[in-house]
């Protein structure tokens, strides 16, 4: 039971005042953008609102100097990312490599990759993909079969990746591969590698999702070359590396905010002398401040060192649960009666057609459930 | 003493006396009217009443977080006393100025839920009207009434114009209906704090983290029993089923938790009258814990099977608490209808500023 307790996170009154900054950054630079865009959240992809991030200092904010980073505490980056997705921000360019990327570069390439590639990433120049699920290998991420093969010319990479986010737009990809034999322990043989996008023998293929927009992409691999020293921390131990870099994934406020547009929108359009408005809505509230409140202990346990693993998973699981309710509350609230062409209908059949994702990516309600199972000591 | 060494001191007694006194005779014996007089003593005598009173008062002055074991406690041992009513009932009469009172005292908010009608001025004020739904009202001497026109009313339920009608609630434990007429209030004093309805929301604040307490024990007991209970030849929590739906009451857990400590650190205590976040936290609170019962309890009865339903198997201790307490003090429905008026006249604008201040303001 003890494993399974958040502790409350508390905000610093210097994050208040970063808060009170980032509010004013976004009242001039999201003046006019309209829903079709804010309902987007954190998949809507900015190059040029990247890099005004990046010229405040926003991105990379807690990372060593050293690396051009700002060294500023998790939870003043935290106040950040929430301010950014409650308003809708376009951060989708740079969010991987800010959430994920530069963290893993630096601790598994601290002397090597991290310098080459941080600085940039810290100035909202350098995009990253994640490239790991492959078309057989989704939950069960250990089965890859994507190969990389030691040449004297660097790793020769060989395979398909598929579910890359943004692998369009990407400077980078980390990707995971198989650089050994799969043994008596079915996760060894795996590695990382530094992938630029531009190396020759990537073949980027859109997939349209039933949003009918091109996030996701299959990425093929035919002999593609990358330098030797392109390996991320060392090689048969990418299964431990991609441990780390999915408890930061799992581990932001993105994970219960992805609905907050249409949350917004009903508000407007609810009716204060309908009871079923009343206190649903009034529910959403109290599931907002919680998981809030989650979200912002997970993080302040990062802060602290701690493994948030346990925490991010409860934290996700029960996020994806309101960020899904949000449009079926939608359709019992305003269903059939909405006026044509509305902001609200705008974010009603946008996040109904994106619900089904928010418990499928960055790992599956059910993963996120059997490892909660683990930690209760039910396996 | 400084304030750490007291958190530690009241979770040390709480834990001490709890874990070693109460049992399921104690347990049984309370659903059969009997007030375990000797295990209240005990409680008296280890301060808890008073835990959370003034130290003029005889209290501690202890923070509602300091204090949240005991709470907790009732809840994860299913304490049958009336300790919570107590406790808040001591601080808010140390509030108001008022002289601490013996023996257990009932919780009263004047209007909601209840006809009850003042009438008089200054220090005549006479108490008319029923209130339904009043826990442990029969074994209680006083009862602190708030009333709407602001003042806090201290009256002694055992003098004229003041009887009992014996009700249970789902947890068979005292839920008393109280009729007033023309009752006299033995004093009266004005609340520092502008907490709205004081009674009603430290009452639902007490519940919820009652309801953690009581929500830890169900989860535990329910993993316990998944890890010991073997059929098709291996415990039944290897079953991707049972994982799955008990993974999914730890979340609620997990928040019902979170939700309660920030609604017991935003509480004005006997230090701190002036807490703006309070009825907001205390709200996201009461309805969260109140949702996470429902499902929870649903959940820890399937995973026992037939064994949990029976009255000896222990768990309907921790689930008809969890039933009754999440309609006491206003139900999840209440308090959800709550936010969400004030959430809908501060419209989309004032959404996010609001969550994050954890202050919903009627003017924005």
């Known amino acids: 039971m003890q494993a399974l307790r958040i502790s409350p996170g508390l905000l610093p009154p210097e994050c208040e005042t970063l808060r009170a900054q980032v509010r004013e950054f976004l009242a001039e630079a999201m003046a006019g953008v309209p829903v079709a865009r804010r309902v987007r959240n954190w998949s809507g992809s900015n190059p040029e609102f990247s890099r005004r991030m990046a010229e405040r200092g926003w991105i990379g904010m807690t990372w060593p100097k050293r690396y051009g980073g700002h060294e500023r505490s998790s939870l003043e980056r935290y106040v950040v990312l929430e301010e950014m ?184 359009a609810a009716d204060a002398g309908d009871p079923r408005h009343v206190e649903a809505l009034g529910r959403v509230v109290a599931h907002y401040a919680t998981l809030r409140q989650m979200s912002l202990g997970v993080a302040a346990m990062l802060a602290r060192g701690e493994n948030p693993m346990l925490g991010a998973a409860l934290v996700k699981d029960q996020g994806a649960l309101v960020e899904q309710a949000m449009p079926d509350l939608a359709h019992a609230l305003f269903g059939g009666t909405v006026a044509p062409g509305s902001a609200l209908e705008h974010a009603m059949h946008y996040t109904t057609l994106a619900a089904p994702s928010f418990s499928l990516r960055g790992g599956t309600r059910e993963i996120l459930r059997g490892i909660i199972a683990k930690g209760l000591d039910l396996r | 003493m400084s304030g750490g060494e007291h958190d530690a001191l009241i979770e040390h007694s709480v834990q001490r006396l709890f874990a070693d006194q109460v049992d399921k005779g104690v347990r049984e014996r309370a659903e059969a009217g009997v007030l375990d007089h000797r295990l209240w003593r005990l409680c008296v005598d280890g301060g808890l009443t008073r835990a959370l009173a003034s130290e003029a008062t005889g209290g501690i002055a202890a923070s509602w977080s300091a204090a949240q074991p005991i709470l907790h406690g009732l809840g994860y041992w299913q304490v049958p006393l009336p300790l919570a009513e107590t406790m808040a009932g001591a601080l808010l009469l140390s509030m108001a100025g008022l002289p601490g009172v013996e023996g257990p005292i009932a919780l009263i908010e004047q209007g909601v839920g209840n006809d009850l009608q003042a009438a008089g001025a200054g220090a005549a004020v006479k108490l008319t009207g029923t209130v339904p739904h009043v826990a442990w009202a029969r074994h209680a001497d006083s009862a602190v009434v708030s009333l709407s026109e602001g003042r806090l009313a201290l009256v002694e339920l055992r003098a004229r114009g003041v009887s009992c009608a014996e009700r249970l609630d789902v947890a068979r434990l005292p839920s008393d209906t109280l009729h007033f007429d023309n009752a006299a209030c033995v004093a009266l004093a004005a609340l520092p704090a502008s907490l709205r309805q004081p009674v009603w929301t430290l009452g639902a604040l007490a519940r919820s983290l009652m309801m953690v307490g009581a929500l830890e024990s169900a989860l535990e007991q329910a993993v316990r029993y998944a890890n010991e209970r073997v059929q098709f030849g291996k415990p039944i929590g290897k079953n991707q089923a049972l994982q799955q739906q008990l993974a999914l009451m730890a979340g609620d857990v997990a928040a019902a938790r979170m939700a309660a400590l920030v609604a017991a650190s935003d509480a004005p205590d006997s230090t701190a009258a002036d807490a703006p976040a309070a009825t907001f936290s205390i709200a996201v609170a009461k309805v969260r814990c109140g949702e996470a019962a429902t499902r929870a309890c649903g959940i820890a009865h399937q995973v026992h099977g037939a064994i949990g339903f029976t009255r000896e198997h222990p768990l309907h201790f921790a689930t008809r608490r969890l039933w009754a307490w999440r309609e006491q003090f206003g139900s999840d429905a209440f308090w959800a209808a709550r936010l969400g008026a004030l959430a809908i006249a501060g419209g989309s604008r004032r959404f996010w500023p609001s969550l994050t201040r954890r202050r919903f303001d009627a003017a924005s």
């Open chain 1, 85 to 268: 997705l409650a308003a809708g921000a376009p951060v989708g360019a740079h969010w991987v490599a800010d959430r994920q990327s530069g963290p893993l570069l630096m601790r598994f390439s601290p002397e090597v990759l991290a310098p080459r590639l941080v600085p940039k990433i810290v100035r909202g120049e350098a995009f990253f993909c994640i490239g790991m699920s492959e078309p057989d290998s989704g939950s069960d991420l250990a089965s890859i079969r994507t190969r990389a093969v030691r040449t004297a010319d660097g790793w020769a990479i060989n395979g398909r990746k598929v579910w890359t986010s943004r692998a369009h737009q990407a400077h980078y990809m980390i990707v995971l591969v198989r650089t050994g034999e799969r043994g008596e322990n079915r996760h060894s043989g795996l590695s990382q590698l530094l992938l630029p996008m531009d190396t020759p023998g990537i073949t980027v293929r859109p997939i349209v999702n039933q949003l009918n927009q091109h996030d996701f992409n299959e990425v093929t691999f035919d002999d593609v070359l990358v330098p030797h020293d392109h390996l991320i921390g060392h090689e048969g131990e990418g299964w431990q590396q991609v441990g780390a870099e999915l408890a930061f994934e799992r581990s932001g406020p993105e994970r219960y905010l992805s609905s907050t547009q249409l949350l917004l929108e009903m508000l407007d």
